[in-house]
């Protein structure tokens, strides 16, 4: 015999499996998920890609009247919607794009109780507090990007502040805040704002082990082009996203791509809406693979298939870097993600920063997002530390794990550095302390005189590109100081002078390391045998395609990356076999179980 509790626990995983397709819960989704039922606020900080939503869409199954689901943005909420409609759950969501008969007939289908859950923008909530949300019974509430409602988050929306209405208006009914990147501080804005009452909070782990790590130190764009074309070649039939730090950045990178062979298009916030919006549907539905873009792209979409993220240029800060590497593989499956760092970047943000209305906020982000870029130990650690979950274990799976720096003695070349800027009054730049270094002989340094200095040339037998990196690890180590807001003008710090004179010695990162760690990344698959059977993943890529373009929806909402590999390793004949796979549903057994097994008899004769 089960107890209540028990056979409380065996029917919520009866309704994973039944809705969603799952067979097993992800750490402290039930957990939630019972808080929730229990009619209890709750606050869910978890990692993009680690089930968030699930945690509002399975009670919304099981609780009576209709489940509120307030979102950000358009794609964001139509994506969710679909994926649910996928699943023959009834979710709908009334937006801007909509007609106005469709709204109205969203609005009556919801009244009628057609509607398990209800998508819609904080501004419609709040304008539909006293009509719509009157003729409704709201069984749940749940706010997605919750660290929207702080100005302490990286993506504060003034139109989230009044979202406190929501409490005030339905004093008995539960909200659940949800976010992936929130400090301690924003965590507790969240509550504050939103007028939580008692939450429990669910802090998820940050890590996701399927991600790779890695940072590149590149100044030279062609260099930085030639990595770029490189990695993307080694992945030529996967999906990625490039990010840049400004909208003409993301053109030059896509026409840079498309002279390469590749299909790829620029996404920013200068095309119109409705451009944007076909960029993004193309992307969604594997037409265009690879997508150049700004922060703009990507918030709002759930494609589980992305298998890379680079960023071209250093982000803002760590919370954007994360959530935006965590658009790479959401499947759980393995995925790669590369961020190019160069003081130039460094530079061009930090007058970001000085112009915002935050600016000592931003700068102190800034620095620690320079500081990951420029770490000599595990990233992920740093990572994880940083939202709060200390870690004691190496991953392995980052370029610092997998390929340790090594170190030499660099005192000379930080002496040499140092008295050319001392040599200038430290009224150079790096441009020109680089110049004076290697002997370039610029109009700038010639106007100046500074090609009569003895440093001039002192370090010819350096490249230009390396030097760029011994000043970056110089500016890290506190021997030289960037003057931000005195045209980046070079100062020489206290710990400086005592290199400069001999009174201490230091060591920098060689720029070529000779060792490789050999060990096995944690929650990374090890390079055995695949038992895979390629050739049928490939084929089953092409028949996911054709489903989805006959049904009008992207691939992934057919069946995901991690299900095609699934239904390729089981290779099914039975519906009974089909359905038993992770991640299919009652209703996707009951509508694709024939056309996979099909394919896969057929296939076998």
């Not at 669910?202 to 260099?223: G, Y």
């Not at 996967?238 to 990010?243: K, L």
């Not at 809406?273 to 759930?302: K, L, N, S, V, Y």
């Amino acid at each position: 015999m089960f107890n209540k509790k028990n056979t409380a626990n065996k029917d919520l995983a009866h309704h994973l499996k039944k809705f969603f397709g799952f067979d097993r819960f992800r750490k402290y989704q039930k957990e939630i998920i019972e808080n929730v039922l229990q009619g209890k606020d709750t606050l869910v900080l978890m990692p993009t890609g680690g089930g968030k939503s699930l945690c509002f869409q399975l009670p919304a199954m099981l609780m009576p009247g209709i489940t509120l689901v307030i979102s950000p943005l358009l794609s964001l909420m139509e994506d969710q919607v679909s994926s649910l409609q996928q699943n023959g759950i009834p979710a709908a969501s009334i937006n801007s794009n909509n007609s106005e008969t469709e709204n109205e007939r969203i609005r009556r289908a919801s009244i009628m109780g057609e509607i398990k859950l209800l998508y819609i923008s904080p501004e419609k909530a709040i304008s539909e507090i006293d009509y719509l949300l009157q003729e409704v019974k709201v069984s749940c509430i749940a706010i997605d990007e919750a660290h929207c409602i702080s100005q302490w988050g990286h993506d504060f929306r003034p139109e989230y502040t009044k979202l406190h209405q929501l409490h005030s208006n339905f004093p008995n009914t539960p909200i659940i805040a949800l976010t992936a990147t929130a400090d301690n501080i924003t965590r507790q804005d969240i509550v504050n704002q939103l007028k939580l009452k008692q939450p429990k909070v669910f802090i998820s782990s940050f890590d996701r082990p399927n991600l790779s790590l890695k940072v590149v130190r590149e100044s030279d764009t062609k260099e930085k082009d030639k990595k770029l074309l490189t990695f993307i070649r080694e992945r030529a039939e996967s999906s990625g996203i490039v990010y840049c730090l400004s909208r003409k950045k993301t053109e030059q990178v896509a026409k840079l791509l498309e002279r390469a062979g590749f299909i790829a298009e620029a996404y920013h916030a200068g095309l119109p809406p409705r451009e944007r919006q076909a960029i993004q549907q193309r992307f969604i539905i594997d037409e265009t693979p690879i997508i150049c873009a700004t922060i703009a792209f990507g918030m709002g979409i759930d494609k589980s298939n992305v298998r890379w993220v680079i960023h071209y240029n250093l982000p803002k800060s760590i919370e954007n870097y994360y959530q935006e590497i965590g658009r790479a593989g959401r499947d759980g499956l393995k995925s790669d993600t590369i961020l190019f760092y160069s003081i130039q970047d460094v530079i061009l943000l930090n007058k970001f920063a000085t112009n915002s209305n935050n600016n000592e906020l931003n700068f102190e982000k800034l620095n620690r997002m320079q500081e990951y870029a420029e770490a000599e130990i595990c990233r992920r650690r740093i990572l994880l530390n940083y939202f709060g979950e200390h870690s004691f274990v190496n991953c392995g799976n980052c370029d610092t794990c997998l390929n340790p720096p090594q170190k030499i003695e660099g005192s000379i070349f930080v002496q040499m550095a140092l008295s050319a800027i001392a040599r200038t009054e430290e009224t150079i730049d790096i441009k020109d302390l680089i110049d004076i270094l290697t002997g370039n002989l610029t109009n700038s340094l010639k106007n100046k005189q500074y090609h009569e200095l003895k440093t001039f040339g002192v370090g010819r037998n350096v490249p230009a590109r390396d030097w760029q990196d011994y000043l970056i690890q110089m500016i890290q180590l506190g021997f030289i100081e960037v003057k931000y807001n005195e045209k980046n003008r070079l100062r020489i710090t206290p710990l400086g002078l005592d290199v400069l004179f001999g009174r201490k010695k230091t060591n920098l990162i060689a720029l070529s390391p000779q060792s490789k760690a050999t060990h096995t990344p944690q929650g990374v698959e090890r390079s055995i045998p695949d038992p895979i059977d390629h050739k049928l993943a490939k084929e089953l890529i092409t028949l996911r395609k054709t489903l989805g373009t006959k049904e009008n929806v992207p691939p992934y909402l057919i069946v995901s990356d991690k299900v095609l590999r699934n239904i390729a390793l089981a290779q099914p004949i039975t519906e009974e076999a089909f359905g038993l796979i992770d991640g299919i549903s009652d209703v996707k057994k009951k509508k694709y179980a024939k056309v996979f097994i099909n394919f896969i008899k057929n296939r076998k004769k």
